[in-house]
């Protein structure tokens, strides 16, 4: 029997997806769960988000934090520090929710006092389309309790939710990672490894998940996983610094999985024969970590 669930918000970064949103926002308010909130970070350089959303405004949960930054990460962070509510359920502008998704999510994160962090399922809207892919990520119902096995778990910020005092004992998103940073990628990476290392158990389950509606042709695939993989590998190297042997150990465990049995987040991408690709970007963005300043009382990194 499930025990009653806290109060949630969810957090919606966006830039420059006006008509996305609107569809995102709806896609929650119908979804089943009541939310306390649904906090819209918008860093948009024109008015479509704010236009869009003006009559779901009307819903005194529906709120909309406009802000001239830039970066997927410091959105998060944003939206993070304005939310009344423990729980934070995360999800993308170009992504719809699937019904029950945030009772989902919630469950599964406070039914361990422990547990920090939760990812979901990111299902393609376009699954046959032979013109081009939809990244997507399949979770699976396991938990990882220390950085060790970290290779259990993985999951994108595109389902995801976390509670609010883990983000404040790690000192939030690193600002320099995700998508409009300097390092392109990889938040969601960094946030799990370094809850992991702070004592938080992380968890995915395979009944959360969202629609992602991210389409691209098949011609920007090799970016996309340059963009993906440079980040991780910069991440990774800010691990090894930051965790001594337990992330040295659990990066190793990560590298062995994805030999053997392949990488739940590169299928998702549907890398096929660009695997040299991945192995370049991933070394080339663990160069950069390792030469970027950290600060090594938040685990993150430091602007140089």
Known sequence: MRHTLPAATVLIPTRDRGDGVVATVRSVLAGGAAPAAVLVVDQSRDDATALGLAALRADGRVRLLRTPTQGLSIALNLGIACAATECIAITGDDCEVRPGWLDELVQALTADANTGLVFGSVLPGRPDDPAGFT???????????????????SGTSACMALRRSLWQRVGGFDELLGVGAALASAEDADITIRALLAGFAVRETSRAAVVHRGWYPYAERRELIRRNWYGTGAAFAKALRIGGLDAAIGLVRVGLTWVYAGSRVADGLGTGRYRRESLTALLRGAWAGLRLPVERERGRFRPS
Do not use: G, I, M, N
């Not at 990244?135 to 060790?148: E, F, M």
């Open 135 to 153: 990244p997507a990520y399949a979770a699976r119902d396991v938990v990882a309790r220390t950085v060790r096995e970290k290779h259990l778990v």
